[in-house]
T-cell receptor, first 118, second 114 residues
Framework: GAVVSQHPSRVICKSGTSVKIECRSL??????MFWYRQFPKQSLMLMAT?????????EQGVEKDKFLINHASLTLSTLTVTSAHPEDSSFYIC??????????????FGPGTRLTVL | QKEVEQDPGPLSVPEGAIVSLNCTYS??????FMWYRQYSRKGPELLMY????GNKEDGRFTAQVDKSSKYISLFIRDSQPSDSATYLC??????????????FGQGTILTVHP
C-alpha cells in the first residue's frame, strides 16, 4: 500500500513553454501533498505544501507564479512549471501524507519527474 | 548550521559488511525520524520510521534514535550490492503549522561492492 505515482516520468520541452506534472496517491487519500526539487547529488529541496481545497504554501524563494500548484482532489495534485527556462531543469518529486490516522506520521514519495528545458 | 547534518560520503563497503549511517540534528522539537533509500533517478523509498527515542528492527535494518544526544543511526547488516543507493535521514516535529513537513539530511551515498 501507500503508492504514489507521477506523470510524466520524463519530459523535454522548449524554453518558454509550460509543463504540467501530476502526482497521484493510488491507494489512499491525501489532503496534504508536497513538491520537492532535487539537483544532482543533492538532497531534496521543499518547494511547496499542497493542501486539497486551499492555496498552496510556498517555501521562501520559490516563485508561486512560476510554479503553479493545484490540489484538485484528495488523490491528485499538479505542479505546472510556467514559461520554463533551462535553469528549471531538474528532478521534481512529490510526496503525500495519508489521511488515514494509522499512516499519517510520514510521507510517501512518487518516483519523480525529470524535466529538461532546452 | 544546518538543522540536520549527514555525512554525504561516499561510503564504499564490501558485500556482507555492517553499514552504519548517521545523522545529527539541532532542533529538539523533532519527534519523528525516518530513513529513506533513494536509487539513482528514482523517488525516495521509506525504509524505517521511528517515533521518539529507541530502536527499531526490520530484517537487516535497525534504526536507532538517541534524542538526548540528538543523534540517529541506521545499521544495515549483511550488506548487499542491491543496497547501493543514497540514504536520506528525515525528521519532523509533532504537529502545528509544520505538520507533515520533513527536514532532510544531505544524504549518504553508499556503494556495496561484490
Amino acid at each position: 500500500g501507500a503508492v504514489v505515482s507521477q506523470h510524466p516520468s520524463r519530459v523535454i520541452c522548449k524554453s518558454g513553454t509550460s509543463v504540467k506534472i501530476e502526482c497521484r496517491s493510488l491507494d489512499f487519500q491525501a489532503t496534504t501533498m508536497f513538491w520537492y526539487r532535487q539537483f544532482p547529488k543533492q538532497s531534496l529541496m521543499l518547494m511547496a505544501t499542497s493542501n486539497e481545497g486551499s492555496k498552496a504554501t510556498y517555501e521562501q524563494g520559490v516563485e508561486k507564479d512560476k510554479f503553479l500548484i493545484n490540489h484538485a482532489s484528495l488523490t491528485l495534485s499538479t505542479l505546472t512549471v510556467t514559461s520554463a527556462h533551462p535553469e528549471d531543469s531538474s528532478f521534481y518529486i512529490c510526496s503525500a501524507v495519508p489521511d488515514d490516522s494509522n499512516m499519517r506520521d510520514t510521507q510517501y514519495f512518487g518516483p519523480g519527474t525529470r524535466l529538461t528545458v532546452l | 548550521q544546518k538543522e540536520v547534518e549527514q555525512d554525504p560520503g561516499p561510503l564504499s563497503v564490501p558485500e556482507g559488511a555492517i553499514v552504519s549511517l548517521n545523522c545529527t540534528y539541532s532542533n529538539s522539537a523533532f519527534q519523528y525520524f525516518m530513513w529513506y533509500r533513494q536509487y539513482s533517478r528514482k523517488g525516495p523509498e521509506l525504509l524505517m520510521y521511528t517515533y521518539s527515542s529507541g530502536n527499531k528492527e526490520d530484517g537487516r535494518f535497525t534504526a536507532q534514535v538517541d534524542k538526548s544526544s540528538k543523534y540517529i543511526s541506521l545499521f544495515i547488516r549483511d550488506s548487499q550490492p542491491s543496497d547501493s543507493a543514497t540514504y536520506l535521514c528525515a525528521m519532523r516535529g509533532a504537529g502545528g503549522t509544520s505538520y507533515g513537513k520533513l527536514t532532510f539530511g544531505q544524504g549518504t551515498i553508499l556503494t556495496v561492492h561484490p
